[in-house]
């Protein structure tokens, strides 16, 4: 049997139902400018009836994507910036991103690096890239961590995520491999014994940073999926996006942190979301976020709180932004302190 391919263009969203005719045109013009991919397991959870499906609010194109903000940004946290060869940045002293691929099995319509991604976006490093990526984390013995991102990483054949892992296992003082994703829910089928294997290296300890968004995600295929990295020993922890519309709302989020959990998946990291150009009708403001994380801590147990993060515009790192280093300044202005010490502004005072 053929599996089912996954929807790709405003035709097939209009085929099956997830964009009306009289949108097709709005949805062209999205669709122009930024990647567009939906899975079958994910057209499967979409009731296209519901015009606030918050499936179908993460995935398919939205005419509001069209409207970009000045504070926008094509590089909103500044990857760019501590970028020193192609593929790699280097933000933090003992981690760094290799970025691999620049291709996803979906494209979320609130993705930071929507500029980057997709079939016209960066694509996939070169051999002559790769190897120089390598050479560069060979030659930091600062590099504890690898975390392997873009694009989704597990859309590479386990071939070839085979042989990366055997490289970064020849570097000694690289001790820690993490991979971010959404295959497990999104295309769960490809996590597969071939694939788990190749994600494995001797002498390294194996991540996996699951993002989800929405407990619908967790469908009976994705809880399989997620049992089968589980079950092989490796350490998987989530990533989720405060979104307007999907998940701002205190019984959601604790339906969603319970689900990781229950999947033996701890949650890490609820990300306020980046301004990533056409996505302003996704974000709370940071004072609605910060009073939504505040709902959470009683109401649920320790083990289902993330940290509530904001990636600092312009490439200055992560802050925890219901944390003592953010502070009101003002305006619905918030003055933040960088793990520097060095202050900056939110929303940035200019682009």
Same mark, same amino acid.
């Given at each position: ?5 996954? *929807?790709?263009?405003? $035709?097939? !969203? %209009? ?6 005719? @009289?949108?097709?045109?709005?949805? #062209? +013009? ?117 975390? *392997?991102?873009?694009? $989704?990483? !597990? %859309? ?6 085979? @042989?990366?892992?055997?490289?970064? #296992? +020849? ?181």
């Amino acid at each position: 049997m053929t599996a089912a391919r996954s *929807l790709s263009t405003v $035709d097939d !969203l %209009v085929a099956a139902g997830l964009v009306r005719e @009289d949108r097709r045109a709005q949805a #062209a +013009a999205v669709a122009e400018r930024y990647a567009v991919a939906v899975t079958p397991p994910l057209v499967a959870l979409i009731d296209a009836d519901d015009p606030d499906d918050p499936i179908a609010r993460q995935f398919v194109p939205d005419a509001a994507e069209l409207v970009t903000l000045p504070e926008e940004r094509a590089d909103p946290i500044g990857d760019l910036a501590h970028s020193p060869v192609e593929g790699i940045v280097h933000r933090y002293p003992d981690r760094v991103l290799l970025k691999a691929v620049h291709v996803c099995p979906v494209y979320c319509r609130f993705c930071f690096r929507r500029e980057m991604v997709g079939p016209e976006g960066l694509g996939t490093l070169t051999p002559a890239e790769l190897d120089a990526a390598i050479a560069y984390i060979a030659g930091r013995p600062e590099v504890w961590e690898v975390i *392997l991102t873009g694009g $989704d990483p !597990l %859309v590479l054949s386990p071939r070839r995520l085979r @042989d990366m892992m055997e490289r970064l #296992a +020849a570097i000694d003082h690289v001790k820690i491999v993490r991979f971010h994703t959404r295959v497990p829910v999104v295309d769960p089928a490809r996590i597969d014994a071939a694939l788990i294997d190749a994600l494995k290296a001797s002498g390294k300890t194996t991540y996996v940073a699951l993002h989800a968004n929405h407990p619908r995600e967790f469908t009976e295929d994705a809880r399989a999926a997620v049992a089968r990295i589980v079950d092989a020993g490796m350490m998987m922890i989530s990533q989720t996006v405060l979104l307007k519309g999907v998940n701002d709302d205190a019984d959601v989020l604790t339906a969603l942190m319970r689900s990781f959990v229950e999947n033996r998946i701890k949650p890490y990291y609820l990300h306020h979301p980046d301004l990533a150009p056409g996505t302003s009708h996704f974000r709370l403001s940071l004072a609605e976020g910060r009073a939504l994380v505040e709902r959470l801590r009683g109401r649920v147990s320790g083990l289902c709180q993330p940290a509530y993060i904001l990636d600092i515009p312009g490439g200055h790192g992560k802050v925890r932004a219901d944390s003592m280093a953010v502070e009101e300044a003002g305006d619905g202005c918030f003055r933040l302190r960088d793990f520097r010490g060095e202050t900056h502004f939110y929303p940035p005072e200019e682009n």
